[in-house]
């Protein structure tokens, strides 16, 4: 796929990985951090599972499903820009849609003798015509003007997605700005703000976490999703965000 505007091609040998990419050759710290390979994964789920003792529908869920990591994205635009493309649409739509966009705006990249496109930035998105991104269908018609807002927002300094990716800007401060973005909802801030502004505690609750969460456990079954966001933050704290992952697969 394309990393930061690099075209990898990436295959797992046992406890390494092997890449190839274009244009640069050497991207082992781009994808130490993609992959969060300095995050201490057991420590991280001992520390989930004393948190949750007694639950057995966690610790079945660690055991069914080691190594669930959380991917760090290196552009928080294209992230953001994805997940406002994930209205009402299922993981291949999605895709697809965040594919339309690259191939239509992007530069192409070629390895192996496939060609794929580098994600256009916000100045590329205004440039183009509001008419062309509707045009790429890519769900409701809010979205392409949802995209377009926060191209602006990023351009005219109302938005600066790296500094709310630093350490010392809380999560509520950076879901907050998130959220007064046209069409970004606490769902789409969430995942914003776990899989690229570093929030580990944030927790994405779309229609298969809650679903998830309120069969397993009855009590939050008339919980609203603001509800299940605390409850999650309170019991798991800077980690709410894997147990999120493995409530997802669950």
Avoid at 56 to 80: N, S
Wanted: proline share 7%.
């Amino acid at each position: 796929g394309v990393l930061h505007g690099n075209l990898v091609h990436i295959h797992q040998s046992g406890d390494r990985l092997l890449y190839q990419s274009t244009p640069d050759s050497d991207l082992s710290d781009l994808l130490t951090s993609y992959f969060r390979l300095t995050d201490d994964l057991d420590a991280i789920y001992t520390k989930i599972t004393k948190i949750a003792d007694r639950d057995d529908h966690i610790a079945a869920l660690i055991e069914k499903y080691p190594g669930v990591r959380i991917m760090r994205q290196p552009d928080p635009w294209e992230c953001l820009v994805s997940y406002i493309c994930s209205a009402r649409a299922t993981p291949p739509r999605i895709t697809h849609r965040v594919e339309t966009i690259a191939t239509q705006l992007g530069r192409p990249l070629t390895l192996n003798a496939e060609t794929r496109h580098t994600f256009p930035d916000p100045q590329t998105i205004i440039d183009a015509s509001p008419e062309r991104l509707q045009q790429m269908a890519l769900g409701f018609d809010r979205v392409p003007h949802a995209i377009i807002e926060a191209a602006k927002s990023i351009l005219d300094g109302r938005l600066d997605l790296h500094r709310l990716a630093q350490p010392d800007i809380p999560y509520n401060e950076a879901v907050s700005h998130l959220t007064d973005l046209y069409c970004v909802g606490p769902k789409i801030a969430n995942c914003v703000a776990l899989f690229a502004l570093d929030k580990t505690e944030a927790f994405p609750v779309d229609s298969r976490v809650r679903n998830t969460v309120k069969r397993l456990y009855p009590s939050l079954q008339n919980s609203t999703d603001d509800q299940l966001i605390a409850w999650a933050q309170d019991l798991f704290g800077p980690h709410a965000g894997y147990t999120n992952q493995l409530l997802y697969m669950g």
